[in-house]
């Protein structure tokens, strides 16, 4: 017997089964654990997986609920390639956002992050804060180097 755990669970009309191998080719270390299928055999009611350590259920629950940017994935990346790399690929099909946001195709809301902004935010340095999230809020893809440089001032 387990104790307790704790996973997301998403709802989508019904693309549940595609946003799970799309996002699984994109973030590494990431795989489908079960496919529940529909009644009647006809394609996914319910995808469990896992994206970088975190669980997942997502849901075919047909045109009842839609998600919002009122909740989000965030991805924390090392590199401004990685950003990049990340951003355009589950961009395609989607809508940009401001500050490093993005909905992807399927309606996730994204937040695609370089950890050089997480640690620039938390320096101490409350002038060089000010300047490095005014220099966010201009953004759309967030940019490492042009937040290393606002920070630098």
């Known amino acids: 017997m387990t104790g307790p755990s704790l996973q997301t669970c ?11 191998q799309t996002y699984v080719t994109l973030l590494p270390g990431s795989k489908i654990i079960q496919v529940f299928p529909r009644r009647g055999g ?3 009611f319910l995808v469990h997986l896992s994206l970088l350590g975190q669980r997942y259920s997502f849901l075919n629950g047909g045109p009842h609920y839609r998600l919002s940017p ?10 401004q390639a990685e950003v990049d790399l990340l951003w355009h690929a589950l961009l395609q099909g989607g809508t940009a956002q401001r500050c ?3 909905v992807d195709r399927f309606g996730v809301s994204w937040q695609i992050i370089p950890r050089s902004l997480i640690r620039l935010l938390q320096s101490g340095d409350a002038a060089q804060a000010a300047r490095v999230t ?11 180097p042009a ?3 606002a920070a630098r001032g």
């Open 70 to 79: 009122a909740a989000s994935i965030e991805v924390h990346l090392d590199t």
């Open 134 to 144: 005014e220099a966010m809020m201009d953004m759309i893809k967030l940019d490492g």
């Open 100 to 102: 490093g946001w993005l």
């Open 10 to 20: 998403l709802w989508f009309d019904d693309q549940a089964e595609e946003a799970a």
């Open 42 to 44: 006809e394609g996914a």
């Open 147 to 149: 937040l290393e440089a």
